[in-house]
């Protein structure tokens, strides 16, 4: 294995790592504030007005960044899945569909996160978000919108480490119990 693809494969494990542990912040603010919620409008007939956002919020962060570990994992959803076996040229050509599945459907959204309808960037997702303030939070909701790039990077990067040869998490070895 080449520099390139060692370095290719170890960013993209990195990156999957740091993912992790902002997908298990989101989940445990998920969890911390819906409890709140729960907690305060039984007990003391009293909900926090910020508890539903911030878990809208979190979910959103989990979700997103949660796909880009999937990906990573090879748990997303995929064409031809089932060709592992056969000629060279078959198993290339499955990988090859599901590159442009992939670049098909991402790029497009990557754009329009920057750009808006005639390449206007004050129209662009980002932008549009960094003017608007959360209801019931004292912060911009591109703060919330920034986990759609964050996870089309993510994802794109781990794509570049499969065409390099990254075969994805080991699986744990399951007779070694």
């Known amino acids: ?12 494990t990195i990156l999957d790592r740091i993912a992790s542990v902002l997908a298990g912040a989101a989940i445990v603010v998920l969890v911390g504030a819906v409890m709140l919620q729960v907690i305060a409008r039984y007990v003391f ?24 570990m999937s990906f990573k ?3 997303d959803p995929a064409l031809f899945n089932g ?7 078959l198993r290339a050509g499955a ?13 497009p959204i990557l754009w329009h996160v920057f750009f808006g309808p005639g390449m206007n960037p004050a129209r662009g997702f980002l932008l549009r978000h960094s003017r608007t303030m959360a209801d019931a939070l004292p912060f911009s909701t591109v703060w919330v919108a920034i986990a759609v790039p964050l996870m089309i990077v993510l ?13 994805g998490p080991a699986e744990p070895d399951r007779d070694a119990t």
Do not use: N
Not at 96 to 104: D, G, H, N, Y
């Open 83 to 89: 060709i592992t076996k056969g000629p060279v040229w």
């Open 45 to 68: 007939s009293q909900p926090p007005a910020y508890t539903e956002e911030l878990a809208r919020y979190a979910m959103i962060w989990a979700g997103l960044i949660g796909a880009s």
């Open 155 to 167: 994802v794109l990067i781990h794509l570049v480490a499969r065409w390099f040869g990254d075969a």
């Open 95 to 107: 990988e090859l569909v599901k590159s442009l599945v992939v670049l098909i459907y991402l790029l």
């Open 73 to 75: 994992r090879r748990f």
């Open 1 to 12: 294995m080449s520099t390139l693809s060692r370095t290719v494969i170890g960013l993209s």
